[in-house]
């Protein structure tokens, strides 16, 4: 096994990038064809749910995203754990486009420019002895894009910012959901895809402690007028997010111009790059003032030996205010030795993986076949599939996971219940004991269980441990 230095360092070195644009210039009008009716199928309920009205009214009236294709650059491969090939690049999209929206009580809406940036990771597997030799491809940010849009006419639209920052928001909300790590976007190139195969799974626990700041003095660009006036000592907290896992907090130290937090807290980390996102905050009952922002990447914070000083940058000036991060890193792996040991933090993993369901009777016109995965008052859902030209309803795939990190005082657990439903009926269900997990190949559990009624879910029930990595 190797250690966790020459994981980190390896590379498969920079490879040249120049065909992949060859070949999606070349694409570029049928890849404008299927994004823009991905764009309006996803985009379009989520505005209703996410938008206040009445920009919950906005629908999409043309979408022509343009002639300029997105660019890569900053190519990097590598092999994965599961035999496959992970290839991690920089995305690049400075496009013009013609993008029309309208609703009710609103002027229409037009977008003329979109700026998108961030760095991609896409994942080939499982690798296979036929044509087209890889089973499918997930497509991920490994941390949250950029996204700028540009309106027409936007000097005529009242209130354009709270447009521009709504919109941006549902937009990055949708892909953060679907594509950035640990989410990754499923495209099946054989049919007949093992989702087993294809899952890679987290590589373990980075254990973040937020240690102290220093010099958070009198911030000379503060908004608060009265703080600037009286000299006012910051109460500060600071916000953490590690990509799109959620986001976590420490407390607050009140009248600290050199607080001390040392709080810690466990995040799932899937790869190397992801960023560690810190943002300063002065406790303020009006509103927060920023003090600054500052990253590094969970890479960066291991190869320097588990401990970084950030300089705090605030509104893209740099600061002399630092702050100070610790964290060791803890891998999975498949003994259960740490998840019966004391600890305050995460000990270990569940994971439930939702393959597919065999065998549901019913009028295929009506079916709403989904699968529900409920474990220690926690409860999951997949997707709710219909019936559409080219699918099997009675056989749906769902190749959708469920992640559960595990804490001391979760260990033993009842047994994992995974439900079929049909809309919001049950259609049958299944438990899975953590004993038989525990005692399976791996501590991993995959099979086709029978649900009843002649139907059986096709699941697959994962334990891990963790160990200090070396």
Same mark, same amino acid.
């Given at each position: ?25 070349? +694409?570029? #009008?049928? $890849? ?19 938008? /206040? ?5 906005? !629908? ?27 290839? =991690? *690049? ?16 609103? /002027? ?7 700026? %998108?940036?961030?760095?991609?990771? +896409?994942? &080939?597997? /499982? ?5 087209? &030799? ?18 027409? =006419? ?12 709504? $919109? ?13 790590? #640990? ?7 054989? #049919?007949?895809? @093992? ?6 799974? #987290?590589?373990?626990?980075?254990? %973040? ?49 050199? /607080? ?7 995040? &799932? ?20 003032? @920023? ?22 940058? !605030? ?51 009506? *079916? ?23 699918? @099997? ?17 979760? $260990? ?9 439903? =049909? ?10 004991? *953590?004993?038989?997990? &525990? ?32």
């Amino acid at each position: 096994m190797s250690s966790l230095i020459e994981t980190l360092t390896a590379s498969g070195g920079p490879e040249s990038v120049g065909f992949i644009n060859d070949i999606v210039a070349q +694409l570029w #009008p049928n $890849i404008c064809v299927a994004g823009s009716r991905l764009i309006k199928d996803i985009a379009e309920p989520m505005f209703g749910t996410m938008l /206040p009205a009445p920009l919950n009214t906005l !629908h999409f009236t043309k979408i022509d995203l343009g002639q300029i294709p997105m660019i890569f650059a900053n190519v990097d491969v590598h092999k994965t754990d599961n035999s496959g090939i992970k290839v =991690d *690049l920089d995305l690049n999209w400075d496009g013009t486009c013609d993008i029309e929206l309208d609703g009710s009580m609103i /002027p229409k809406i037009g977008v003329e420019h979109v700026k %998108l940036k961030g760095r991609l990771s +896409l994942l &080939l597997c /499982p690798l296979t002895n036929i044509i087209p &030799l890889i089973g499918a491809v997930q497509v991920a940010f490994i941390d949250p894009p950029s996204l700028e849009l540009v309106f027409t =006419d936007g000097a005529h639209i009242a209130n354009l910012g709270a447009i521009d920052r709504a $919109i941006r928001k549902v937009i990055l909300s949708i892909i953060a959901s679907m594509a950035v790590l #640990p989410n990754r976007f499923l495209v099946k190139l054989d #049919p007949n895809n @093992d989702f087993f195969k294809t899952y890679q799974h #987290p590589l373990g626990v980075l254990r %973040l402690t937020v240690e102290s700041g220093t010099n958070f003095g009198e911030e000379s660009k503060s908004k608060n007028f009265l703080k600037k006036l009286v000299h006012d000592v910051p109460d500060c907290f600071v916000k953490v997010n590690v990509s799109a896992e959620g986001e976590w907090k420490t407390n607050t130290v009140k009248n600290n111009r050199h /607080p001390e937090w040392n709080e810690t807290n466990d995040f &799932l980390v899937t790869d190397y790059h992801q960023h560690i996102e810190v943002d300063v905050k002065d406790d303020d009952t009006a509103s927060d003032d @920023d003090m600054g922002v500052a990253s590094t990447s969970v890479k960066q914070l291991l190869l320097n030996g588990g401990r970084q000083q950030l300089s705090l940058i !605030h509104h893209g000036e740099p600061t002399d205010k630092t702050l100070s991060l610790s964290g060791v890193f803890f891998q999975f792996i498949p003994d259960a030795t740490s998840l019966f040991e004391e600890s305050s933090g995460t000990v270990g993993l569940l994971t439930v993986l939702v393959a597919s369901a065999l065998g549901i009777q019913g009028n295929r016109l009506q *079916l709403k076949p989904s699968v529900k995965v409920s474990w220690g008052g926690q409860a999951f859902r997949t997707a709710i599939k219909t019936d559409a030209p080219g699918s @099997d309803i009675e056989n749906p795939s769902f190749d959708q996971t469920f992640k559960i990190p595990l804490t001391s005082s979760m $260990i033993p657990g009842p047994p994992v219940t995974i439900t079929l439903m =049909d809309n919001e009926e049950e259609r049958g269900s299944v438990e899975v004991s *953590l004993e038989d997990v &525990l005692s399976a190949p791996n501590m991993a559990l995959e099979a086709e269980f029978d649900v009843g009624n002649g139907a059986r879910v096709r699941a697959g029930v994962w334990l891990r441990g963790t160990t200090l990595a070396q």
